[in-house]
């Protein structure tokens, strides 16, 4: 696993930047009702997409949480008094505070399914009745785009799947939410070349082949083999999903 604190100050750079984080913004907000007054952006990094949230809809509230202090204060200098430092899976907010809950890039990273459960239990429980929740689901499979590099990378280790489109639904039907809609949108600055690929192995970004796995090695030199190494290979595009909390609905757990 990367350290984001380490990770806080190059993250934006080596994960195509502005016009990704146009294209992820963009795509949430067809998501979110345009009558929408507050919301809450959870794992919001470095900012880099709360800040297009907020600036594209006047009159919008937007707040972002993140757990790691060094993402949370460059969230902070982007939206001066707007971030705070939580914990998904205990949010510090009041019940059904936000109009609207957007976690993008947030549900592959959790450590198991209990944790997956609790982190959209969490944003259901801050979501107002009527409100949207926003995420985005199958990271990992919007990074296979059919290339040669995914070709040497596919006898790699299998990693867990946390984020399954399948699974975050019904963790969302858990809790009371229901199905309200889905977008893509391309990961800008994101399509892997050769040598990208190796420097990301050597550091850690592959949570099955850690830096000095034995197997690491083979993959590099298959990689170093490839032609074109300095060429990127196609973008990503990531999957979001909407879940709306009825109003006056069924709570999780609860039959007529």
């Not at 190059?10 to 919301?39: K, M």
């Not at 993402?71 to 008094?81: I, K, N, S, V």
């Not at 975050?168 to 939410?177: M, R």
Request: glycine share 10%; proline share 9%.
């Amino acid at each position: 696993m990367l350290d984001y604190d380490k990770e806080a100050e190059r993250y934006d750079a080596s994960r195509g930047g502005e016009p990704r984080a146009a294209a992820a913004a963009a795509a949430v907000l067809s998501l979110v009702p345009p009558d929408t007054r507050s919301l809450l952006d959870v794992a919001c990094g470095t900012g880099i997409v709360t800040r297009r949230l907020a600036a594209a809809r006047e009159g919008m509230r937007v707040t972002g949480v993140d757990l790691t202090p060094a993402m949370a204060r460059q969230a902070a200098a982007r939206l001066p008094g707007a971030v705070v430092l939580g914990d998904s899976r205990r949010l510090p907010f009041r019940d059904g505070e936000f109009d609207a809950v957007c976690s993008v890039w947030l549900l592959h990273l959790a450590a198991g399914p209990a944790d997956v459960r609790t982190i959209v239990g969490e944003c259901a429980r801050v979501l107002r009745p009527g409100g949207v929740y926003v995420t985005t689901v199958d990271k990992a499979a919007s990074h296979n785009v059919g290339s040669d590099i995914d070709v040497v990378l596919s006898a790699r280790p299998p990693s867990p799947v946390r984020d399954a489109a399948a699974d975050v639904e019904s963790c969302a039907a858990g809790h009371g939410l229901v199905p309200a809609g889905q977008a893509r949108f391309r990961g800008h600055g994101q399509g892997r070349s050769p040598r990208r690929t190796v420097a990301d192995l050597r550091r850690g970004w592959f949570v099955t082949l850690p830096p000095g796995h034995p197997l690491a090695d083979g993959f590099a030199t298959r990689l170093g083999e490839l032609p074109d190494q300095d060429r990127p290979r196609p973008d990503p595009f990531f999957t979001l999903r909407a879940f709306r909390k009825p109003c006056g609905g069924l709570g999780p757990g609860r039959t007529p």
